[in-house]
């Protein structure tokens, strides 16, 4: 069973598209985030989600916007996409202690044309 | 933010070990982690460590912090060709459990 998965693995779109990646989590964990690698590989926070309450929101253009329906999922909407959005984001998720068991989903490589 | 330090390139022949180095810059972390990225893939934990611990084994990884000069180091013992990949250091921030990652190091392991 995979532990945080994300869906789609790969998304090509034109810019100015809107598009969603979507994350879900079955360890029970009560907090979930968004990370974006870039394509020189450095990792940057986005997001952050505790029971399904907004705890993190780094400096990202508000054409971001997360949606958590409920604790194990975290979805990332992407409005009027650009060609600087290109990267691979990843969604992870953690305990409600916030450290320890921290753990990554295997990405969604977004290509914007 | 400050930037986590690591090299970023390594290279070691098979079946040596390999010494992966890291400067973190919160001395308030709580933990410190290693993770794993194996081309095109996504990150895989390889272990992490409490603050309140100077050294962790496990199988052939040792993880040893220096809380002091705030240092994290990763061993890996009798490196294989598989193990070539980039390994990220990152340490807990005070922002809402958030991780600051360095830029990674890449190993290459040579037969």
């Known amino acids: 069973d995979t532990a945080v998965s994300q869906t789609p693995k790969y998304l090509v779109t034109q810019m100015g598209n809107d598009k969603s990646i979507k994350c879900e989590q079955n360890?029970?964990?009560?907090?979930m985030y968004w990370y974006k690698q870039d394509s020189k590989k450095f990792l940057k926070i986005m997001f952050s989600?505790?029971?399904?309450?907004?705890?993190i929101n780094e400096t990202v253009p508000n054409r971001f916007s997360p949606k958590s329906p409920d604790k194990a999922h975290l979805n990332l909407h992407i409005n009027s996409l650009e060609l600087g959005d290109s990267a691979v984001y990843f969604c992870?998720?953690?305990?409600?202690?916030?450290?320890?068991?921290?753990?990554f989903g295997s990405g969604t490589r977004l290509t914007v044309v | 933010g400050e930037d986590v330090e690591q090299s970023l390139f390594l290279s070691v022949r098979e079946g040596d070990s390999s010494v992966i180095n890291c400067t973190y810059t919160?001395?308030?972390?709580?933990?410190l982690y290693w993770y794993k990225q194996e081309p095109g893939a996504g990150l895989q934990l390889l272990t992490y460590?409490?603050?309140?611990?100077d050294m962790k084994q496990d199988q052939r990884l040792t993880v040893l912090l220096n809380k002091k000069d705030k240092h994290l180091s990763l061993r890996i013992a009798d490196t294989q060709t598989g193990d070539s990949a980039i390994y990220f250091c990152?340490?807990?921030?005070?922002?809402?459990?958030?991780?600051?990652f360095g830029k990674g190091t890449s190993l290459l392991v040579t037969p």
């Open positions: 360890l029970g964990h009560d907090t």
């Open positions: 460590i409490f603050s309140n611990m």
């Open positions: 990152a340490e807990t921030t005070n922002s809402g459990y958030a991780l600051n």
């Open positions: 992870a998720s953690t305990p409600s202690t916030g450290q320890g068991s921290y753990t």
């Open positions: 919160d001395s308030s972390s709580t933990y």
């Open positions: 989600y505790n029971n399904k309450e907004l705890i």
